[in-house]
């Protein structure tokens, strides 16, 4: 059981809160203009035009693939402020602190466990794919 994210004030909590809808919304209508233009390409019929379309498509499912994984980490935030958990770290449950959520909204982590998680990730090849697969593969071969 976490410990309640008490140390943010329900007015901080709120700002936060306000911050993480629009990120939702900005992604939500960025989704929607991309996909207008997916219609859109879908006249082109010249077939000179292909490389350059499938070019632009790969380029387009980079980008939805990232905002969709931010919209997740959006979602997942909003969801935490609802139980009363946002705001503590995933790892060790201390406090993330307000200014760091401030400049990062969807920070899991706190400082410590970050840094941690990237000296690992620069010094474990195998830490970079997934954390728990990571530690079984590391245990493993050692
Ligand atoms: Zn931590």
Known sequence: MKRENAYLTDK???VLK???LSEKERISNKKLEQE????????LSDPLDEASVN???SHDIRFINRENFFLKKVNKSLEAITRGTYGLCDECDSEIGYERLNARLTAELCIACKEEAEHLENNNFYDKKSKSLGRALH???R
Do not use: G, P, R, S
Not at 36 to 43: F, R
């Open 139 to 141: 245990d493993a071969i």
């Open 18 to 20: 306000d911050q993480l």
């Open 12 to 14: 901080q909590i709120a």
């Open 36 to 43: 207008k233009y997916q219609l859109d390409k879908n006249e």
């Open 55 to 57: 070019t632009q498509t």
